[in-house]
Structures are given as structure tokens and as C-alpha cells.
């Protein structure tokens, strides 16, 4: 596979064309909107706590394929998993996507979200795999 | 006269790198330019024959570099149609326009000699829709340390200003209005004189923003009759870390300094300080030699290329962009109005696919360009978007990058899966 079939993964395009949880919280516990200066893309994201446990998620935002699918992977994941869990997720994928193609994403904990792997290797799109991810660790707390 | 693009690469060895597999197609000169070996040896050649400080000391290394220093801001002077101790060194267009700024708000608290342009509550600042961030922030932060109202000019849908609004918007209560020589978005040249004309009427003064305009156009100051000016090396073949700002004698001499220290002073005790006449007053601590020199280098390249010749390829190039790029389906350039004059420079929106994702699918095959809002969100938000790609020239590009370019970015919507 090319370099840019590497990065841009037939999941990718789809999240990005039909994402998952991209509807915000009526009443959420919290939320966070986080804003990729360099190019402007936004995303907010809304959890509902229940507890210690994120019993729902949604989000909303605009930007490239790779942010985009990297929120409605990430909407994929959370709901229902105790909030330690989810902050331990992000802080093992902000390793993984930061590690310049050494590290990769583990398919049974990330599930879909494996298809980001490629990004680690485009410095330049850390950022907008990360966006929502962040997004949920300042929601977090 | 003209000259071939092609014959001038091989003074830029950067050109000839690969990139992901692919000769480089560098396409982001409007972000900052490639350099040539004549600027980066005048850089190095300082350093090893005459580095020294300057305007310090009599030592004979020392004097010979004060020349070099003094030459170099008559070269850049004549460049643009300035007198020499019109033209003041600064890091960046940035800088320059944040130094008139700051020194217009320190009128406001210096010493009678230097009132005379301090702006008040009540005061008019004007801008446009489509500056770059950098001729827009430092005047909202005047006006907000001096109580001045900040207006601007909108812009039309089709991208070009709203000229037919200049008489309501800048009115006898304008003290300053900026603008920008070329759109580092559109890439279209503004009607800089519509601007002088207005301001004459009022009594404003005009600050020019011509980052976009020094490396690929003719521009004589003078004869557009703009209180200040700024530009910016790193974007016309010379080294980053170096600027000029062009303000006419009597508007330099008028201004307090903003920043102090050595090398700016006639008498200083412990109580206070006399300040040198412009440029000096506006240049404390130890200069940015070699870079001034290498800028100079730079400029001595385009006038061996001669002026009128680097715009005729600037034109060309645009022309040729815009045409290839309206051919494309599903392709949208920004301010595309057809009728102003533009420099090789262009901005598009590819119909469902985003700037990054575009920039990313040319980068593969080893074409740089821009994406994002280019430092001007005000402008991609009135029209309609958040971010757009841009393709940009210098006088190294080649018609054929340019198809290469076109040809790659045809290609882009059938990846992504978007159209037809």
C-alpha cells in the first residue's frame, strides 16, 4: 500500500464521510471545545458522567478525514467504561500517535481506531488525531 | 527583458531535493521564499572577512562593517523607492508594523516633541476584511490602549474590498489606515492609491503592508505616497530574522522610540536619555548584520532579474494558476473576480474534501503547499470557509510545477472518494 493509503485508510474515509456519536449532549455533565489553531478545526465534546462511569458521549465539529474519524472512533469507545480507564485510553494513544511510526495502537483495545497508526508518522496531523482526544481529557477534568 | 526560471535553479540546491519519492515541487514561497548561494554566501563571507559591531566602535573591522550595514540599507532604500534614513531594520513585516503601533501609542505619554501623532478617544483606526493577522491584532491593541475605534473595510463576496464604502468607513475622525499591498490569500493587488486619495482627504495616515508586493512586484513607496510600509526578507530570497519599515523622514522623526537601550542615544545621565534621529532611534541594541547584508544580496538578485521581469513572471504564473485551477471540477478559487491583477499566487477550496487532506494528498507527491487560513481568519470567514489551500510562487517556480500541481490536484477528489 502507498504511503497515503498508509495514512488514510479506507475506515478513515468512512468515518470521516458518515462519523458515529456526532450529536452533542442535551444536558451533559461536561464538555470541552478544542481548536486546532493552524488550521482552525473544532471540536466539542459532551460526556455524561454517571458517577465514575461515562454512561454517554457525543461531539460535533469540523475539519480534515483525519479528525474528524478520529472523534467518531474515539465516540466508539468510551461509553459505559469507568472515567480512569477512559483517561489511561487517551494517554496510551497520545503515546502511540506521537511516536513517529514506532509505536502502534493495540486492535483490542482501540478497535477501529487502529486505523490512526499511520498518523504517528506525519508529525504534522498529530494534532488532528489528537483533537478530540484532548478534548475529552480537559472534559474529564 | 525577461529571464527563465528555469536557468535560476540551480542558485536554490534546496529545489533539487526529493520529496516522498518525488522531485520537490515547492509551492509555498508566499509562507517564505528558498534562498540563493549568493545570499547565503554574503551571510557567510561576513562572518568571515568583516564581523564586527556596528555603529560602535573605530576599529578598522569595525568601521568596515558599519559601511556594509549602511550600504545595505541604501540597497534596500533604492529597492523600494525610499531615502536611505527612511528605511528602519526590524525582524519581520510583523515587528514593523507592531513598532508603529507601539510608537503611536507611546505618543500618547512622551514628552511634547513627540505628541503630535498620539491618537485619542474618539480617533478612527481603519483596516480591512482580508489583512493578515499581523496588520490586524496590533491595531485592535492600539485602539484598545488608546480608546480609538477600530472600522474596516468589508470585503465583497467575490473577495475584492468594498472601495464603494471607503468614504463612509474612513472619515475626518481616521488617524491611521492600514491595508495590504497584495492579498497573501487572493493574491490580488489592491487599489493601494483609492486608499492615499481617502486618507489624504481626512488627514490619516496609511500603512502599507507589503509582504506580498516587495518580493514580486515593482513598489516604489514614494510614488504611492503611504506614510509606512512593511516587508519582510525571509520572502524575498533572504534570510529569516530581517524586515524593514519604510516611514517618510518627517513621520520617523515625529515618532518616540518603543525600544531603548544602547546604540539609539546622543546623551544619556542618570536622569534620561536623548534619542538619535531616525532610523537609529528605532534600532536599540546590536543590530542583525549579516542578515541586513544578506538581504541586501537579495535584493541585488532581483534587480539583476530586474523588477518589471519578476512580475511578468509573478503575472504568469497566477494567470496560469487561476485558469488551471478554475478547469478542475470541484474546485473553487477564492476571490476569483477575473479582472485584478494578481501575483503567482492562488487559494482554493476543493468541495468536500479539507485543506489538510488536499495538502497531504499533494505532499505525497512532493508539491508543498499551504493549507489552513494562511493567518487571516477574519477573511475565511467571510467567505465561507475555515480554512483554504494555497499554491504560491517565487521567481524560481516553473510553469511546468505549476502543471504538475494542476495535474496532482485533479487527482485529489477521485482519492478521497468525493464527486464524481
Known amino acids: 500500500m502507498s504511503d497515503l493509503g498508509n495514512l488514510y485508510q479506507d475506515l478513515i474515509l468512512d468515518h470521516a464521510k458518515r462519523p458515529q456519536g456526532r450529536v452533542l449532549l442535551v444536558e451533559p455533565t461536561a464538555s470541552s471545545h478544542q481548536i486546532n489553531p493552524t488550521c482552525g478545526d473544532e471540536v466539542t465534546v459532551t460526556v455524561q458522567l454517571d458517577g465514575d462511569t461515562i454512561t454517554a458521549f457525543g461531539w460535533e465539529g469540523h475539519g480534515c478525514a483525519i479528525s474528524q474519524s478520529s472523534a467518531s472512533f474515539l465516540s466508539l469507545l468510551v461509553t459505559g467504561r469507568p472515567v480512569d480507564e477512559v483517561r489511561a485510553l487517551i494517554a496510551e494513544f497520545r503515546e502511540v500517535i506521537r511516536s513517529r511510526g514506532t509505536l502502534e495502537l493495540d486492535e483490542e483495545r482501540f478497535g477501529d481506531a487502529i486505523a490512526l497508526n499511520g498518523v504517528s508518522r506525519y508529525s504534522a496531523r498529530v494534532k488532528c488525531a489528537m483533537l478530540a482526544w484532548v478534548a475529552l481529557e480537559d472534559a474529564l477534568g | ?420
Open chain 2, 1 to 420: 527583458m525577461s529571464f527563465s526560471a528555469h536557468d535560476l535553479r540551480l542558485d536554490f540546491p534546496l529545489l533539487g531535493t526529493e520529496v516522498n519519492g518525488h522531485p520537490l515541487v515547492y509551492l509555498d514561497s508566499a509562507a517564505t521564499s528558498q534562498k540563493p548561494l549568493a545570499v547565503l554566501d554574503a551571510e557567510r563571507d561576513y562572518y568571515l572577512r568583516s564581523n564586527a559591531a556596528v555603529n560602535r566602535g573605530a576599529h578598522t573591522l569595525a568601521a568596515s562593517a558599519t559601511d556594509a550595514f549602511e550600504d545595505a540599507r541604501a540597497t534596500v532604500a533604492r529597492f523600494v523607492g525610499a531615502h536611505d534614513d527612511e528605511i528602519v531594520w526590524t525582524s519581520n513585516a510583523t515587528e514593523g508594523i507592531n513598532l508603529v503601533s507601539y510608537a503611536l501609542s507611546n505618543a500618547s505619554t512622551a514628552p511634547e516633541q513627540f505628541r503630535s501623532l498620539a491618537l485619542s478617544p474618539g480617533d478612527e483606526i481603519v483596516v480591512t476584511e482580508l489583512e493578515h493577522h499581523a496588520n490586524l491584532i496590533p491595531w485592535q491593541q492600539l485602539a484598545e490602549r488608546t480608546g480609538a475605534l477600530l472600522r474596516y473595510i468589508p470585503v465583497a463576496d467575490g473577495g475584492s474590498l468594498r472601495l464603494d464604502l471607503l468614504e463612509t468607513t474612513i472619515t475626518d475622525r481616521a488617524r491611521v489606515v492600514a491595508v495590504s499591498h497584495v492579498s497573501n490569500v487572493l493574491g490580488t493587488v489592491n487599489p493601494v492609491e483609492a486608499f492615499v486619495a481617502r486618507a489624504r482627504e481626512v488627514g490619516a495616515l496609511v500603512v502599507l503592508d507589503a509582504c506580498q508586493s516587495v518580493p514580486h512586484l515593482p513598489v516604489d513607496v514614494h510614488a504611492l505616497d503611504v506614510d509606512f510600509a512593511v516587508f519582510s526578507g525571509h520572502k524575498m530570497l533572504a534570510p529569516t530574522g530581517i524586515g524593514a519599515l519604510y516611514g517618510k523622514r518627517e513621520l520617523l522623526a515625529a515618532l518616540p522610540p518603543v525600544v531603548t537601550g544602547g546604540s539609539m542615544i546622543t546623551t544619556v545621565t542618570m536622569e534620561r536619555a536623548e534619542f538619535l534621529p531616525p532610523p537609529l532611534r528605532f534600532e536599540a541594541g546590536t543590530q542583525r548584520v549579516s542578515q541586513v547584508i544578506a538581504l541586501a544580496e537579495a535584493v541585488r538578485y532581483l534587480e539583476v532579474l530586474g523588477m518589471p521581469a519578476v512580475a511578468d513572471h509573478s503575472h504568469r504564473l497566477g494567470a496560469r494558476l487561476v485558469e488551471g485551477l478554475r478547469s478542475i471540477e470541484g474546485v473553487r478559487v477564492l476571490g476569483d473576480q477575473g479582472s485584478m491583477p494578481r501575483i503567482g499566487l492562488a487559494s482554493f477550496e476543493v468541495e468536500g474534501i479539507h485543506a489538510h487532506d488536499v495538502g497531504q494528498f499533494l505532499d505525497d507527491r512532493g508539491i508543498a503547499v499551504r493549507v489552513g487560513h494562511h493567518c487571516a481568519q477574519p477573511l475565511h470567514r467571510r467567505l465561507g470557509l475555515i480554512a483554504s489551500t494555497r499554491a504560491s510562487s517565487s521567481v524560481y517556480t516553473t510553469e511546468e510545477e505549476i502543471d504538475l500541481f494542476l495535474e496532482a490536484l485533479a487527482e485529489v477528489r477521485g482519492f478521497f472518494g468525493v464527486g464524481a
